[in-house]
């Protein structure tokens, strides 16, 4: 049932990425000039196929489930605002839904399985259960609601596809979910959980030990069962961490570019990268977050987000504000002249 | 003639501003999540005295000069590429026209003096000299020139203003200025030229060598006489980096708030603070370029700049890639629920 997640990724196009580097050296600019813009208007031109790639259809998944380890007291807000924010998603209010409309984005809300169900329209409700159990003294998932909830990202991400997306966006909502996520990269990473458990929704310094207090024996208690990702994701994960981690699988082995929000996406990136390595080129980041653990999961995908504004919010937030650069790279790249088409003299000999 | 510089520049509306951070606390989201897009909203609101702001109609202007230093060696390309540029900003192949496409931004071409000089239809040409002169040898503008560079900017930004722009963005064209705003920044900070020259538009280290040792004898041989910001912008400044600061100061003395650019820029933004330093509210920055000594002066500014890219390419095509950000920023201000409207939870007491 998650046999689909070890299947072969897609390559990106190598001569197309040489075509966009050809051409980003003849523009009318000093060899560099335009910095991390240049890498990343070839690396999608590598991804998409096409020497002159475009960002005009972007799709935006987001993920919302609970997390029974909300009751070891590790969130800032009641768990009742995981469905409450889920109303405003659909309204139109959350930070996510003005984005999606600047950039004239198709936002998907896809519920998981909440504590306190709610029935909304335009919500993709799927219930896999109350919510997760508490990982502090069980598996967070079965195996059947893990293998549910990465194939919901799958299907979200062909859905996506099939509407024409050129990129996608997954965000996620789940009060208790920057407590999961700690959990999973600690178990991955092998660090200690008090290097990766950060201020999640805003937690004081007392909160921050709690939550790193709690992190630490359920590591022990599941550490010497993580025989694989898979279980490290089924027993310290969340639905809605699967699920972008097989949105991140099907995008690259549908081929479509994924841009990779803060931390709790980028945890969700490294569950896929450690399950399929060959993910990896499809998966940009868009933003360093302010949550403790993000630049550590980054260093660890090796990866150079573009954005650094102290974000912390989720939803997928971060990564549609970094959107516009990939468009602005895709413009200047297939806009500018050349040096023979603008009669510009090149650099002295 | 320059006494204008030195009249009183616009407070920001404190009002608007506390309405603003009274708005922001009350939005969807844990307090601060937005990070540094929250003090940006509540900054624009202040600056336009309204409590939600708005960035539609953006006005970029680029300044071109010639520098007679460039007779020293300082640079990798040719002179004659200030004048071939120009052509290429009128017709819409340089970097900075195709961002002021995307932005649906008003693009002025100014050229305050070549020295192989060009006329172009669509430019503006001032023919104050045929680039400034050399100054390893001589004070590089005549006092009169200084000026009208000076009121040039001012008259950009009013044509820019009458025009409705809610954001200003200067430019700048000219080879060989990084080497006229090395030697301003020294001079203004009292760094060692060393520290302040950079590779420009892509010097090798030899390069940078020449330039550093060009930029020590200039700056022995004019330090004595600097004895006010004006005359050391007169002495080691270029038309276009007074020009600069001339703009940068008629935004604050009518209200119109100024996204300034790279390394170039943000010297000329120096030079605007040190003459009247009632300006600096209304000086937002767009990015940390790869000059070497950008970061020293957006430290004296005490500037955080918003990207952090690489890019080392003038034009203000930084700030122009910085746009969408002022505008996501004032989008999730005026476009967010707020805890109220949404019926969300707070956070638990």
Redesign the interface.
């Known amino acids: 049932m998650t046999d689909w997640c070890f299947a072969p990724c897609r390559e990106p196009d190598a001569s197309a990425e040489a075509a966009a580097r050809a051409r980003q050296d003849q523009?009318?600019?000093?060899?560099?000039?335009?910095?991390?813009?240049e890498a990343l208007a070839i690396r999608l031109a590598g991804l998409q196929g096409r020497a002159q790639p475009a960002i005009e259809q972007v799709a935006i998944a987001l993920f919302a489930g609970d997390h029974g380890v909300v009751a070891e007291g590790v969130s800032?807000?009641?768990q009742?605002?995981t469905g409450?924010?889920l109303?405003?998603f659909v309204?139109?209010?959350?930070?996510i839904?003005?984005?999606a409309?600047?950039l004239g984005a198709r936002l998907e809300v896809i519920d998981l399985g909440l504590a306190h169900p709610v029935q909304l329209a335009g919500v993709r409700s799927l219930d896999l259960g109350p919510g997760t159990a508490n990982f502090a003294v069980a598996p967070a998932m079965t195996a059947e609601q893990c293998a549910q909830a990465l194939a919901a990202g799958r299907e979200a991400l062909q859905r996506a596809a099939a509407d024409g997306a050129q990129l996608f966006i997954g965000g996620e909502m789940g009060i208790g979910n920057t407590t999961a996520a700690s959990a999973l990269a600690s178990q991955l990473l092998e660090r200690a959980p008090a290097d990766l458990a950060g201020r999640g929704?805003?937690l004081d310094d007392a909160g921050v030990q709690r939550k790193a207090a709690v992190l630490a024996p359920a590591l022990a208690l599941h550490g010497a069962h993580c025989h694989s990702p898979l279980e490290t994701l089924r027993r310290l994960g969340g639905f809605e961490i699967a699920a972008l981690a097989g949105s991140y699988l099907a995008c690259a082995q549908q081929g479509v570019p994924a841009l990779v929000d803060g931390f709790i996406c980028s945890v969700a990136a490294l569950v896929a990268v450690r399950l399929n390595p060959a993910c990896q080129p499809w998966l940009l980041f868009g933003h360093r977050s302010?949550e403790a653990g993000h630049s550590a999961v980054l260093a660890a995908l090796d990866a150079r987000p573009?954005?650094?504004?102290?974000?912390?919010?989720g939803e997928g937030?971060g990564a549609a504000?970094a959107v516009?650069?990939l468009?602005?790279a895709c413009?200047?790249h297939a806009?500018?002249?050349t040096f023979a088409?603008?009669?510009?003299?090149?650099?002295?000999p």
């Open positions: 523009l009318t600019k000093p060899r560099g000039a335009l910095g991390e813009l800032a807000y009641p009742a605002v409450q924010m109303a405003n309204a139109g209010g959350a930070a839904s003005v984005l409309r600047q929704t805003g302010a573009l954005l650094d504004l102290g974000l912390r919010l937030s504000l516009p650069l468009q602005q413009a200047l806009g500018m002249a088409e603008a009669a510009v003299s090149e650099r002295a």
